[in-house]
């Protein structure tokens, strides 16, 4: 086994170059992206790290090969010509699963079961068996077949890494983790600005931004399918903790302020924050939008404001989305906004045009972020 690798971070798409920011600043220069991939070249403590420290990327996989297949016949051959042996233990538990975007191989299932039987006739040569328990790690294969070209990889994550443990209580339509983290780095907020949501939810931008304030690594406190593997020594991994751990600045003074209309949304805000240990940085109230305001003279919004998508609710958004603008315009004139909505209208109902707009996908909903700027504060 080398011990050089090539890794994959998955992203929602319209985050890679967010994701590639991300890894850049972990001190990885190889780095290419492609829609929803970033590829990036470490040595076997960048497994470790990248789980830990990616608050954007979805997954992390080890990248195992890449070839053309428009037969099932090049599909099994090319999959099995991979030294599956340099990373399966005998006893692994190795599901397949994966994607066919434009491809002459469209059959999932099928594709499932035929790189599923090649990898066991690769592992037959190697251990001698001609049948796997499967009762031991778990090494989640995954494929990726687009226009023919094929991308095989392995599981390290396990879970999303959107899952870091803190949110245990969930509200209407909660953000995933990943996704309010890409909005506040692309929003370009700082640990030195306030940063207020006035739409809260269950607590996830301003807990997310009080970990990125506090440079709280977001893989801290979960675990990981790589962490099981045999081949990565756990010492890999106790200096990926004691690194995280170092590099906490818990003791920092932040300004980040969460509100909500719902007091049980409020409630469970201040339980998330305790989970995620930043309750301290962070102040959550129940407080209407209108009322919405801050005693600070500059700062950032970051919000994900509620957006129905049946007629009736989009005569509401409209009216929320105008008691917004009158509120940003009243009590916000020199902070800067960043609005995530499904809804096409937001500019008309807010009137005022952004400055920049970007595409994203919230749960698999196309939606616009909005980006209002604000004036320089003076130096």
């Known amino acids: 086994m080398k011990n050089k690798v090539q890794l994959i971070a998955?992203?929602?798409?319209?985050?890679?170059a967010v994701v590639a920011r991300?890894?850049?600043?972990l001190g990885y220069d190889e780095v290419h992206t492609e829609d929803g991939k970033v590829t990036f070249t470490t040595d076997l403590s960048g497994i470790c790290r990248a789980n830990m420290w990616l608050r954007c990327a979805d997954r992390v996989f080890l990248k195992m090969g890449e070839f053309?297949?428009?037969?099932?016949?090049?599909?099994?051959?090319?999959?099995?010509?991979?030294?599956?042996?340099?990373?399966?233990p005998a006893d692994a538990v190795f599901p397949v699963t994966g994607s066919c975007v434009r491809s002459t191989l469209m059959s999932i299932s099928d594709c499932q079961s035929i790189i599923k039987k090649a990898v066991v006739e690769r592992l037959k040569m190697k251990y001698g068996l001609q049948i796997f328990p499967e009762d031991g790690s778990k090494y989640k294969i995954m494929f990726w077949i687009l226009k023919d070209r094929v991308i095989l990889g392995?599981?390290?994550?396990g879970e999303g890494l959107h899952k870091r443990g803190y949110r245990r209580r969930t509200t209407l339509a909660p953000l995933k983790e990943t996704l309010a983290s890409a909005l506040l780095l692309i929003s370009r907020w700082t640990p030195e600005k306030a940063m207020l949501d006035p739409f809260c939810g269950s607590g996830t931008i301003p807990i997310e931004a009080a970990m990125i304030g506090l440079n709280l690594a977001p893989g801290l406190n979960r675990s990981f399918d790589a962490q099981y593997w045999t081949n990565i020594r756990s010492e890999l991994w106790e200096k990926a903790v004691e690194e995280a751990c170092d590099l906490a600045r818990n003791e920092k003074q932040l300004q980040i302020f969460g509100?909500?209309?719902?007091?049980?949304?409020?409630?469970?805000?201040?339980?998330?924050?305790?989970?995620?240990?930043?309750?301290?940085?962070?102040?959550?109230?129940?407080r209407p939008m209108k009322e919405t305001s801050s005693r600070y003279q500059y700062g950032v919004i970051v919000t994900n404001p509620p957006y129905g998508e049946r007629m009736g609710e989009k005569s509401q958004n409209a009216g929320l989305y105008r008691e917004m603008s009158e509120t940003f315009k009243k009590n916000f004139d020199t902070w800067s906004f960043y609005v995530i909505t499904s809804d096409l209208e937001f500019e008309q109902h807010f009137g005022q045009k952004a400055n920049k707009k970007r595409k994203l996908y919230n749960g698999g909903i196309l939606c616009n972020f909005y980006q209002y700027f604000g004036p320089r504060p003076p130096r």
């Not at 998955?10 to 890679?16: H, I, K, W």
């Not at 991300?22 to 600043?25: D, F, R, S, V």
């Not at 428009?70 to 051959?77: N, V």
């Open 154 to 157: 392995i599981d390290t994550s």
């Open 10 to 16: 998955t992203t929602l798409f319209g985050v890679e």
């Open 68 to 88: 053309q297949a428009k037969t099932f016949d090049q599909l099994f051959e090319g999959t099995k010509a991979l030294p599956w042996e340099d990373w399966l």
């Open 22 to 25: 991300e890894l850049k600043h």
């Open 259 to 286: 509100y909500d209309i719902d007091p049980n949304a409020i409630d469970a805000c201040r339980f998330h924050a305790r989970e995620a240990e930043v309750d301290h940085v962070i102040h959550f109230q129940v």
